[in-house]
T-cell receptor, first 111, second 115 residues
Framework: SQQGEEDPQALSIQEGENATMNCSYK?????LQWYRQNSGRGLVHLIL?????REKHSGRLRVTLDTSKKSSSLLITASRAADTASYFC???????????FGQGTRLTINP | NAGVMQNPRHLVRRRGQEARLRCSPM?????VYWYRQLPEEGLKFMVY????????ESGMPKERFSAEFPKEGPSILRIQQVVRGDSAAYFC?????????????FGSGTRLTVV
């Protein structure tokens, strides 16, 4: 079963707008990671947030983590056409030594 | 630093043939993970290996699939007697230590098509 579930499954916005994607998970985690996948390519690691952190920034990316709700959000500000991709959250279940990925959010930025 | 190298990029096999997928991790990375992705879906974990050891193979089908990461050379994912349902993109990732704490570096994948 999936540990992480992204919401929405697909998101289409205009260039310059902000994009917000959410991820919910089921079990306790050590950390949560976000990845981007361009069509036909491998995944690229974007950001990692540890279970004792609530918010983290990297450039135009902002990630929040609410362990009480078992959820995370990824915000991309001032979106660009190049941000068009699928975005996945990944978590480790406590005691597991592997990342489990959600189904992803397909983000389309319209020029 | 060439990153994680997977080959071939595309592989076509007839039903019943064997598919052999290769993954060379980043230099200095000793942890390798294999995932499978069906179209429009997320990644499904298959196996986690360290040099000469299988750490977790809970995602590997019990039959026809095997993986290895020898002391020398790339990691190999082997699928025997392929069937149409094996058609997917197979991604390899590596990390210098346990990737759950630091993140994975992914290869570009091998797209297997079974005809």
């Amino acid at each position: 079963s999936q540990q992480g579930e992204e919401d929405p499954q697909a998101l289409s916005i205009q260039e310059g707008e902000n994009a917000t994607m959410n991820c919910s998970y089921k079990t306790s985690i050590n950390n949560l990671q976000w990845y981007r996948q361009n069509s036909g390519r491998g995944l690229v690691h974007l950001i990692l947030i540890r279970s004792n952190e609530r918010e983290k920034h990297s450039g135009r990316l902002r990630v929040t983590l609410d362990t009480s709700k078992k959820s995370s959000s990824l915000l991309i500000t001032a979106s660009r056409a190049a941000d068009t991709a699928s975005y996945f959250c990944a978590t480790d279940a406590r005691g597991a030594q592997k990342l489990v990925f959600g189904q992803g959010t397909r983000l389309t930025i319209n020029p | 630093n060439a990153g994680v190298m997977q080959n071939p990029r595309h592989l076509v096999r007839r039903r019943g043939q064997e598919a052999r997928l290769r993954c060379s991790p980043m230099k200095g990375h000793s942890h390798v993970y294999w995932y499978r992705q069906l179209p429009e879906e997320g990644l499904k974990f298959m196996v986690y290996l360290q040099k000469e050891n299988i750490i977790d193979e809970s995602g590997m089908p019990k039959e026809r699939f095997s993986a290895e990461f020898p002391k020398e050379g790339p990691s190999i994912l082997r699928i025997q007697q392929v069937v149409r349902g094996d058609s997917a993109a197979y991604f390899c990732a590596s990390s210098p230590r346990e990737g759950i704490y630091y993140g994975y570096t992914f290869g570009s994948g091998t797209r297997l098509t079974v005809v």
